[in-house]
Every structure is written in structure tokens, then in C-alpha cells.
């Protein structure tokens, strides 16, 4: 069997701006990571992580894409020359997705780099071993949840062995099992082959234990920091917990809210459902939805919480019951929020995708968040004044102009929940809202979230980050697969 041997990684003065953008996104970056040791990059959101390992990787393109500065260097060579030894698992699981087949999705990275064909299968099957992901080869990537698609992009890398692991955030959108043996799976990985890895991860518990090495990188260029995990954030702690950086064990500073039993209309009584303001699905499962109040969805990957999510929002229709509103919220064509139209959702029921980019439809993030104010009706001043304080508040204010295609994974995430609270809707169904989120962006976020619920919204709420169920309180519903397959 061959492994490509572990890299040795060099940073000198480097940096890249993207075209179009008057800053660069990283900026006088230097370090050099000798062969099998662990990084966790860390940063700020929009510091500028991923740029740094789409450079890395050898994907960020040529003069059309941006300008960089200085060097790096893969074994001393260019990473565009490199590509073999490297693999990357991007930010976003769908990017790196390519075949339609899950056994032929694992298997291209593969046949791209002239593996024996007779060796082929056997590294499928173990890379698909190694991540838990046990699905058959013939099912549809398209069929994945968002989790198993993390899984599926991260087997397809680990097939290649290569001697540079570079991973985006991979464990975001992965139930807490899930996380478990990614990070196994990685750890198997990289002691088997000794091969270098770094891992780009807000949630820093997670990896720190694996880590031989912290490195972070400043919002305005340069490293906020580079050393051994410990001393790191033992030396650190105050400024990096200033620049977004999860910091183990440091307070949120956000009030925890209450944790309310589940409503008794959970006993499937339909006139109960309707006495009150809310959301009712039946699918499966009886679930009322509480004015003023949490209803958080937890369960593993793959149990339906994305499809019970877009079916309380009026997006799809449901597989088996209905799901009701309230009589105060009813539309022209009554109670089911499947009737309603898209203007009518706008104001009753805002859904935040689990994929930012599914909700995006203007040029400029200013354009994008007067969306809904504007098909609501709502003059310049009151637009304008709504747009600013949800720019300002989740730190875009400065990409007020900017395509929301190309801001980072963070910025994404902080505003598609941007878009959906700017049209003020009674209820508010967020698919995993705090993924991929800074100390910073996370506080501001739920922050907002516990505004909304003391203004008189629902919140629906699929998350698998503990914090999220403290401090939105409310009541938790947990998901199983046995239910999710059902409905
Ligand atoms: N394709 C692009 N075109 C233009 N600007 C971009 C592009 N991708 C990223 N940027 C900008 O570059 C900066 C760094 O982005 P990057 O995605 O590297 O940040 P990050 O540290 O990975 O953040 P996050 O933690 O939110 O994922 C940000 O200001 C972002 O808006
Ligand atoms: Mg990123």
C-alpha cells in the first residue's frame, strides 16, 4: 500500500485578497508546520481559515481570483503542484460532492490520481468504515442528510491518503455520535499514516485533545497566536475570547433561559393545537409549538429534523397529518401553512435553510436583507433602519456590499437568520443556526434569538450545540430514527 508521506507545510509572508474586495483576506501569514504535526486553526469568522487552506490545497485560483503575497509551499514546492498529497474537505459538504452514487463519490478522488483499479474498492470500503458511514454504495448522494454528507466528503479524502489533511469545520453539522467518530476516524487516519494535519474548527473541545498545535490567525493579517494548545490559550485566553475565538471553559455571558416541560396538547389533542397561538405538525409525532417560547428539535443526522423543519415552516407538504396555525395566523386560505402564499410566509413563518446559499437571492447583502421588508411593502426609512441594525449587530456592516455568495461560512450563516428576522414573522424555524459560528457571532445570534422570544415569537429551533438548547430554553424534542424514517 503507498501513502503519500507526511508534508511539510511553509508560510512565509503570505497572503491573498480576493478580487473585488478592497482588504485581503489573510494578510502576512508566516509559519512553517514540520511534518506529522496537528494544527487547529483558529480565527475569527471571516479571519480568514478557509482562504488560508483553499491556498494551501492549491484551489484558490490565479490573477482573475485575487492577488497574493508572499510564498507557500508544500515539501518545498508550489501547492498547485501538490495536489495528490492533498486533501480537503471544504466548509461546505455539497462543494465536495461530485458523483451521484455514494461508492462513486468516495472512489473519484481515487481513480483521479491513477490508484490500481483492483485497489479501489478495498480503500472505499475502509474510508467508508473509518467515518461510519454505513449506507449502501448505490444510494444517492442527493439522499444524504447534511451530516452523513460530511461523512461522505471526508471518506472520499481519506481514500487518497494523503500526506496533508486539511479540514473545514468538519464535524459542523454533525449530531454529537457523529463528531465522536469523525474524530476518530481522523485520529485513526493521521496515526496510521503519520500524516500532517490541520483542522479548522470553532468548537475547539472537540480537537483540542488531538492537537499538537494551535495557531490563529488575526482579523487584520498576521497570527494572533502559534504554540502548543495549552499555552496557548493559558497566555492568550483574553484576547483570543475578544476576537471570537471559543476559548475552552470561558462564559458565555448570556442569560441561560428556562427549560419548560413538553406542552400537554403532546398528547395529540387537536383542539388543544388550535386554542392557541403556534404551529402544530402531526407526522409521526404530535408537536405544539408555544407562543413566546423555544421548541428546540435535537436527534442524530438523518432523523428528519431538516424535513420536519421545512414542513412546520409551510414548505413542503407533510408526509402524514397537518400541520395547523393558529386561527390568529391564518391566511386567506385558512390554517395550513403549506396554503399559504410566499408573501403570506413572510410574515407568520421565517425559515433559516441549514444550507445559507438555499436562501439567497439579491447582489449585496444590504439587497438581500430588504428582501422581505420590501415585498412586505415597507417604506425606504423603516427598510433601511431594519437593515442597518441587523448589519451592525451581526458584524456585516462592513460587507454591506458585498455578493452574500462570497462571504464566509460564518458570515453566511449570520446572514440568512439576518434575512428571516428582518421580515419579522411570528414564528422563526432555524435549521442549525449557530454552525460555524465565532464566540462572537454565536452571542450575537442568540442573543437576537432570545429577543425574539421575549418580543412573543416561536422559535423552532434544530440544533445539535448544547449551548443553544440552555439558552433558548423552552421545550426539546428529541428526534429518533426510527421516528424520522416512519414519517
Ligand atoms: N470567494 C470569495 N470572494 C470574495 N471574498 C471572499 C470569498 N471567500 C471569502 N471571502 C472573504 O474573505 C474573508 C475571509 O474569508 P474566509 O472564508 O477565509 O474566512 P473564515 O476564517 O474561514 O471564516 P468562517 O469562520 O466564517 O468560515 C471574508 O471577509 C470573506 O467575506
Ligand atoms: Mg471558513
Known sequence: MTFASPARVQAAGWGWRYAGRKRPAVADVSFTIEPGERVLLLGASGAGKSTLLAGLAGVLGDDDEGERTGSLRIDGAAPESRHGQVGLVLQDPDAGIVLSKVGDDVAFGCENLGVAASEIPGRVAEALDAVGLDVPLQRPTKALSGG???????????????????????????????????????????????????????????????????????????????????????????????????????????????QVPAPDALTASALAIAREPGVVVQAGLDLRVPRANATVITGPNGAGKSTLA???????????????????????KGTRPIRWTSRELLTRIGMVFQEPEHQFL???LRDELA??????????????????????????????????FTLSGGQKRRLSVATVLAGAPEVIVLDEPTFGQ???????????????????????????????????????????IELGAAS
Not at 417604506?379 to 451592525?392: F, G, I, M, P, S
Not at 464566540?439 to 450545540?465: C, F, K, M, N, P
Open 371 to 404: 428582501v422581505g421588508p420590501r415585498a412586505l411593502g415597507w417604506d425606504r426609512v423603516k427598510t433601511d433602519a431594519v437593515v442597518d441594525e441587523l448589519l451592525e449587530r451581526l458584524g456585516l456592516a462592513p460587507l454591506a456590499l458585498a455578493n452574500p
Open 438 to 480: 465565532d464566540r462572537r457571532g454565536w452571542i450575537s445570534l442568540v442573543a437576537l434569538l432570545q429577543e425574539e422570544i421575549a418580543r412573543g415569537r416561536s422559535i423552532i429551533a434544530v440544533t445539535h450545540d448544547d449551548a443553544v438548547i440552555r439558552h433558548l430554553g423552552g421545550h426539546c424534542i428529541e428526534l429518533g
Open 148 to 258: 452523513q454528507k460530511q461523512r461522505l466528503v471526508l471518506a472520499g479524502v481519506l481514500a487518497m491518503r494523503p500526506g496533508l489533511l486539511l479540514l473545514d469545520e468538519p464535524t459542523a453539522n454533525l449530531d454529537p455520535e457523529g463528531v465522536g467518530e469523525v474524530r476518530a476516524s481522523v485520529e485513526r487516519a493521521v496515526t496510521s499514516t503519520g500524516a500532517t494535519l490541520i483542522v479548522v474548527e470553532h468548537r475547539t473541545p472537540i480537537w483540542v485533545d488531538l492537537m499538537t498545535r494551535v495557531i490563529v490567525l488575526g482579523a487584520d493579517g498576521g497570527l494572533l497566536a502559534d504554540g502548543a494548545p495549552d499555552q496557548v490559550f493559558a497566555v492568550h485566553g483574553d484576547v483570543l475570547a475578544d476576537a471570537g475565538v471559543w476559548v475552552p471553559d470561558r462564559d458565555i455571558g448570556l442569560p441561560v433561559l428556562e
Open 362 to 364: 439579491a447582489q449585496t
Open 310 to 332: 421545512l414542513t412546520l415552516a409551510g414548505l413542503i407538504p407533510e408526509q402524514s397529518g397537518e400541520v395547523r396555525s393558529a386561527p390568529e395566523l391564518a391566511g386567506r
